[in-house]
């Protein structure tokens, strides 16, 4: 779950190894990073006074409205004091989007079409909320529920949920109005070459001659607009790479390499830092926790 200021009150929450649920209400000022890499997240909001910004997009919200987030997206929310903060986030495992897919009905559809798009909001009509709603509240009574058949109608209110969520995100097309996303080109461009190039140079020096911007121009705009200076950005982007590698390879060198970290100890220290465990440690544990018996 995100870091903040001040503590979150989560009025219902719900979590399991494929799928983690979120239904909160606060007032309190706070900035929310990034979630957990291993999950997508659709994220619904509510209530609230808020910037939300997401992979270099400032975006306008109102009640309703879905955002699409990928496991390696860098957003951040800054609320306002006052207006009570209210939102649903469900995350989900991209292997579970997998597993409850059909040939004909890929759940994880709204995900891949979003990126290729450039558009991660899902502004959907009064029928589709009012459906999507209702799942929800089936959903956390199902949760709070020990009575026969409570578990199967959660796992259902689930892919219903997501079914639902994937039919607003081709039905709405184009998402909302232009005025509702702000954005500026450059920086949009600069992000999608922050993530196809993690194992290059990638400094504010570098990147600012690469796009011929001021590097002071750069830096001001770059926060501005992803909420994270550059150097943050990328860190954050490598890391998460290097966290989804290490699932698959363990050859920590490569990976190191791979993620565009010039230093071996650095890359630990980083990693350690942001996912709790060292690169080894971490391996280890995956093994572990998917039943494989460590060398």
């Not at 890499?37 to 270099?56: K, R």
């Not at 929800?136 to 199902?142: D, I, M, N, V």
């Not at 999608?192 to 290059?200: F, S």
Request: aromatic content about 10%.
């Amino acid at each position: 779950m995100a870091a903040a200021k001040n503590e979150v009150k989560t009025t219902k929450s719900f979590l399991s190894s494929d799928f983690q649920y979120f239904h909160c209400v606060d007032r309190k000022i706070m900035d929310i990073a990034q979630h957990d890499p291993d999950f997508n997240e659709i994220y619904m909001f509510l209530s609230g006074d808020i910037t939300y910004q997401l992979e270099g997009r400032i975006y306008k919200l109102k009640p309703g409205d879905i955002l699409l987030i990928r496991g390696n997206d860098m957003h951040k929310v800054s609320v306002k004091n006052g207006k009570p903060y209210e939102r649903i986030m469900l995350m989900v495992k991209p292997k579970y989007l997998l597993n409850n897919s059909s040939e004909k009905s890929n759940l994880g559809m709204c995900f891949e079409s979003s990126k290729i798009i450039g558009s991660n909001l899902i502004r959907s009509n009064p029928k589709q909320l009012k459906e999507m709603r209702d799942i929800l509240r089936k959903f956390e009574e199902s949760c709070n529920s020990s009575s026969y058949g409570s578990n199967i109608i959660r796992d259902i209110s689930v892919v219903d949920f997501i079914l639902h969520v994937n039919r607003a995100f081709i039905e709405a097309k184009s998402g909302a109005d232009s005025k509702d996303i702000v954005f500026r080109d450059i920086i949009s461009n600069i992000v999608d070459y922050i993530n196809d190039n993690l194992e290059a140079p990638l400094g504010l020096e570098t990147i600012s001659k690469k796009f011929f911007i001021s590097k002071y121009h750069l830096a001001r705009e770059f926060k501005k607009y992803t909420g994270f200076t550059l150097h943050k950005f990328v860190l954050q982007k490598r890391l998460i790479l290097a966290k989804s590698l290490l699932n698959e390879n363990t050859n920590i060198n490569y990976i190191c390499g791979m993620c565009g970290f010039n230093d071996y100890s650095n890359f630990i220290r980083a990693f350690k830092s942001a996912f709790g465990l060292p690169p080894k440690k971490y391996i280890e544990s995956t093994r572990q926790s998917s039943g494989s018996v460590s060398k």
